[in-house]
């Protein structure tokens, strides 16, 4: 068993979402996350003199959301650069509120789309701040200039997508799953943006984006925001809601692959699979006690990987896992006729928010007020990020 101190010893204690859309005009990320703040402060039964802690990644700076809300003082803040993504900030509010820099923390995330494809973003200073070099000045020279590649891209997943189909001899279909999974869990989710039906004949027809990715490979760029509130589990069970604890949280990565995924030598190698062991090494639940899933999937091969290096199968075996475990009668994933996967649409279907949002459906299942809801949920395993850098998960619990 690993050192973990800080388990069960925080708690998210108030959720708050926004509206999610394709094109919000008007709006910008930080209005996103004004609003998802003050949903989640309220949710909590707290006011915004508690708050003296705040997180926020570089899209929107922290003092903005600070000044926004009129909170009187923080005696904490974090704002990071790219490449550090929303659930990195949920696990650094929980280490400063277990160590004491403040007792009650708001993680807020606002995010439109970027401004190659959206109207509403591109007149939004606060995205624009933070629109990578890279993509803004540095296109590629030819296909072969991978170092103008950013390795969030479809082109590096696309690559190693390829690279995962070849090796394990899996057919597209096993993308595929994962994309109709989502596109039916979201049909249910208020707050998910495509709730159409997808059969297989659809995944296999559509536009080619990135080969073997398709357009339904990819994860959905939307406007929105999401917020969530930590503080300490002794104050948590004095609130309204059921506390959700952070029973375990790890980063995870390796050195190989981490900016330039052609040199990724194995994909046993990559960042998942550090994280994964970790995290259960620190946790006292295991797999079999989990009810929800949440892998990420910014790109469907990225869940394929967290499915894989959770331990569900071993890799190159979640086509057979997936076949398995697939409900034809409710066109779905339901592992061991029970634990859902993405039951609220994740980034493919409710749109894309680096992940953020499936601590909203996690803390709802944990609390009994999911769409989707699985009977007495208790556990839920929330992973997010990429497989080269930037990979975290969570084990979160109810009493």
């Known amino acids: ?78 704002n990071t650069m790219r490449g550090t993504i929303p659930p990195h900030q949920v696990a650094a509010a929980a280490h400063a509120v277990f160590s004491g820099a403040c007792e009650t923390a708001l993680v807020v995330h606002g995010h439109t789309r970027g401004p190659s494809n959206s109207k509403s973003a591109g007149n939004d200073p606060f995205r624009l701040r933070a629109l990578p070099q890279s993509q803004a000045r540095n296109p590629p020279r030819s296909p072969l200039d991978h170092a103008a590649f950013w390795a969030h891209s479809g082109d590096a997943y696309g690559a190693y997508g390829g690279r995962y189909l070849w090796e394990f001899g899996a057919p597209r279909e096993t993308f595929g799953m994962i994309a109709i999974n989502s596109r039916t869990n979201a049909s249910a989710n208020p707050h998910a943006i495509l709730r159409t039906p997808l059969t297989m004949e659809d995944y296999l027809s559509a536009r080619m984006i990135r080969e073997p990715l398709c357009l339904f490979d990819m994860d959905l760029p939307c406007d929105g925001g999401n917020a969530l509130v930590i503080t300490t589990a002794e104050r948590a069970r ?69 499915l894989e290096a959770s331990g569900y199968c071993d890799a190159g075996g979640a086509h057979g896992f997936l076949r398995e475990h697939w409900s034809e009668e409710e066109n779905r994933l339901r592992i061991n006729d029970r634990v859902l996967v993405q039951p609220a649409g994740g980034s493919l279907s409710q749109g894309a928010s680096q992940g953020f949002s499936y601590f909203y459906d996690a803390a709802q299942q944990i609390r009994g007020e999911a769409p989707n809801q699985v009977p007495e949920a208790r556990a839920a395993l929330v992973c997010a990020g990429g497989i080269f850098h930037n990979s975290t998960a969570f084990v979160l619990r109810g009493d």
């Open 1 to 78: 068993m690993a050192r973990n101190p800080m388990r069960d010893q925080v708690a998210i204690v108030g959720i708050g979402i926004t509206e999610y859309g394709r094109h919000l005009d008007g709006r910008t990320s930080l209005s996103f996350a004004l609003e998802a703040a003050r949903k989640a402060i309220d949710d909590a039964g707290l006011t915004k003199q508690d708050i003296d802690g705040i997180c926020g990644t570089s899209i929107v700076e922290f003092e903005d959301v600070h000044e926004g809300l009129g909170i009187p003082q923080l005696t904490w803040s974090l």
């Open 238 to 306: 004095a609130l309204p809601n059921k506390p959700v604890y952070i029973h375990a949280a790890t980063f995870g990565e390796s050195r190989f692959g981490t900016h330039y995924y052609e040199q990724a030598r194995s994909y046993r190698e990559l960042s998942v699979w550090p994280c994964m062991r970790k995290l259960w090494a620190k946790s006292d639940l295991a797999l079999a006690d989990v009810d929800v899933f949440y892998p990420y999937e910014g790109f469907t091969n990225i869940a394929v990987a967290w």
